[in-house]
């Protein structure tokens, strides 16, 4: 563990919670299937009591539930949201899978009684089908804000593209495309001269500018009427700088593990819970370096 002082944007790192129950996918840029090989002292309740840590520490952080699937035990979200108060925008990461025990009403129940509660449900659906998947027309019916993330893993059928933005720009939901981060160097992050996706987005879609930060970048394209982006981040969340005569660790992402232990990057670096107590607070970083008109 490092002894450098801990620094974060303000309002403070986001917290990623990672839910303890699996998914039945077997995605294959998923790097967190590992984790559920075991479930043993996976433990609902001490999640909840980082959260409480996190919330006290950071009020005004974002929290981020993904797994696993955090739809696959709706009861067990249930607790774990209701322990984030309203002061925190919630994201939750999911494929809104098909269930044998459960119909599609059910989740979009519970996605009503939780539509104050949750900023928004971004949804995982890739060129190539890695799950079955629940209809468009569920998804698209979902009582809560909404976006589409598909990773363009490595040969992605390019020519599916446009059909593809067709199918999500019927609902008029916004798509992030990614950039699979297990890749990604801070040597390429902003490499645009290689990049296929870049150059395969700008054939089909209107280029509108770029945002970054030090750790994830982002450009963004309109498809007709549909907002589109490609994001691309970093495989790690920590970086290091030095200001005057201080070398602080620069924290991007917390993690909640599915243990309910705190860490600070994804790496299985331990957060040091007292030292953050005391972090430094500075502007975020991320801002538009380019705008096209």
Same mark, same amino acid.
């Given at each position: 563990?490092?002894n ?5 944007? =303000?309002?403070?790192a986001?917290?990623?919670?990672f ?7 077997n ?6 299937k ?22 006290e ?9 993904t ?8 009861e ?12 925190h ?22 996605? =009503? ?6 900023t ?15 209809? *468009? ?10 976006r ?13 593209l446009? *059909?593809?933005?067709d199918r ?12 699979d981060?297990?890749?990604?160097t801070?040597?390429?992050?902003y ?29 963004h ?19 290091? %700088?030095? %200001? ?5 660790d ?13 860490h ?8 040091d ?8 607070? %500075? ?6 370096? %380019?705008v096209?008109?």
């Open positions: 563990m490092s450098n002082p801990y620094k974060t944007r =303000e309002g403070g986001t917290v990623t919670v839910v303890p129950y699996d998914c039945q996918n995605c294959p840029f998923c790097v967190n590992e984790e559920y090989g075991d479930m043993s002292g996976f433990s609902r309740d001490k999640i909840c009591e980082s959260i409480h840590t996190m919330d520490i950071t009020p005004y952080c974002d929290f981020v539930f797994g696993g699937e955090p739809f696959a035990d709706l067990s979200l249930q607790v774990m949201l209701d322990q984030v108060p309203k002061t925008k919630v994201y939750i990461n999911t494929t809104f899978p098909v269930f044998a025990d459960r119909t599609p009403q059910d989740m979009l129940d519970f996605c =009503e009684r939780n539509k104050d509660k949750i928004c449900i971004n949804i995982s659906r890739h060129l190539v089908k890695y799950v079955e998947e629940s209809d *468009d027309e569920l998804v698209g019916s979902i009582p809560v804000p909404t589409i993330n598909c990773v363009l893993y490595k040969n992605y059928p390019r020519e599916k446009t *059909d593809y933005m999500w720009n019927k609902y008029g939901i916004p798509i992030q495309f990614r950039f981060y297990t890749d990604t801070p040597e390429n992050l490499e645009e001269e290689h990049d296929k996706i870049l150059a395969d987005l700008k054939d089909f879609c209107k280029y509108t500018g770029l945002d970054g930060c030090r750790m994830r970048c982002g450009y394209f309109t498809y007709r009427d549909l907002e589109l982006t490609y994001h691309k981040t970093l495989p790690y969340s920590t970086i290091v %700088e030095k %200001e005057g005569d201080t070398t602080y620069i924290l991007y992402d917390i993690l909640i593990k599915q243990n309910g232990d705190i600070g990057d994804w790496d299985g670096k331990i957060l819970v007292e030292k953050y107590r005391h972090v430094k607070f %500075e502007p975020y970083d991320l801002k538009w370096l %380019e096209v008109e």
